[in-house]
């Protein structure tokens, strides 16, 4: 039989429910905080160079655009400067057309805010695999050959088309890596799997909810890069929550971690 308190009763049981449910993302969100503080403790990060001391020399990767003659595209990623880099990497793309004899490359560096210029940055002649204060890059992608000077015009045409050249924001997006993955959804055939730490390539530009994943194998959910889920070929299966993005890749048999990134096994050989 129900009595006036029965309204109360179940006031008081949705306050429960929901309070679980915090808890429950709480620790969600603490676990997911373990690969950084990781990262923070045992990464080798530099968290004592000033910015200013830091060296852009080049890592010495990339071949030499006087003795290569192919068309290249590289896509590199190093850790962000000082303490950021247990979270996150930033991202650029180097393209290099058929017998030219210097790299453009191509980012969004956030401080350009405050000279007053546009965060894009186009450049031509410098080195395409520079440490980013004292970060080194890693490869993550590398095309060569006729194909890839096709792909550099649409390249071309995809930065061009970047709607945030002029905003930046380091989390959750636009950033670095919104870029980047700007670009790779603009050119799938590049098949660009930016790992889990490239924070910022789950913001989807222009208000956006459903795109590609960068790679172009597949599909994702977006709430202003704060909360996504996606499936695709290379990425696997990944979420994103707050920016910390986890998931399983089973093209290439691994797990993708937040911090730490892909850790993938190794065919026998």
């Known amino acids: 039989m129900l009595t006036a308190d029965a309204p109360a009763l179940r006031e008081g049981g949705d306050g429960v429910k929901w309070f679980k449910w915090v808890v429950r993302a709480m620790v969600l969100v603490a676990i997911l905080l373990l690969g950084p503080l990781a990262v923070l403790a045992f990464g080798g990060l530099d968290l004592e160079t000033h910015w200013s001391a830091a060296s852009r020399a080049s890592s010495r990767q990339a071949p030499d655009p006087q003795q290569e003659p192919a068309a290249l595209i590289l896509v590199y990623g190093a850790r962000a400067h000082n303490w950021r880099g247990a979270f996150g990497i930033h991202t650029w793309i180097a393209t290099k057309r058929r017998s030219a004899r210097v790299y453009t490359v191509y980012q969004v560096i956030g401080w350009n805010l405050y000279r007053g210029r546009p965060v894009l ?3 031509r002649g410098g080195p ?3 440490l980013w204060y004292n970060a080194r890059p890693e490869l993550i ?3 060569r050959g006729p194909g890839a000077e096709t792909l550099i015009d649409r390249i071309e045409a995809a930065v061009t088309a970047y709607p ?3 905003q930046y924001r380091l989390w959750p997006g636009p950033n670095s890596n919104t870029f980047t993955a700007f670009v790779a ?3 799938p055939e590049l098949g660009l ?3 889990p730490t490239a924070i910022g390539k789950d913001y989807l530009p222009n208000g956006r909810f459903i795109d590609r994943m960068p790679s172009g194998t597949g599909w994702q959910v977006s709430l202003l890069g704060l ?3 996606g499936v695709a070929w290379e990425e696997g299966f990944e979420i994103n929550i707050l920016g910390l993005c986890a998931g399983i890749d089973f093209n290439d048999l691994g797990v993708r ?3 730490i990134g892909r850790l993938t096994v190794s065919a026998p050989g």
């Open 121 to 123: 940055t186009v450049s």
């Open 128 to 130: 395409p695999d520079q």
């Open 141 to 143: 992608l590398q095309r």
């Open 164 to 166: 945030y050249a002029h």
């Open 185 to 187: 959804r603009r050119v």
């Open 193 to 195: 799997d930016l790992p």
């Open 227 to 229: 909360l996504s889920v």
């Open 257 to 259: 971690l937040p911090g």
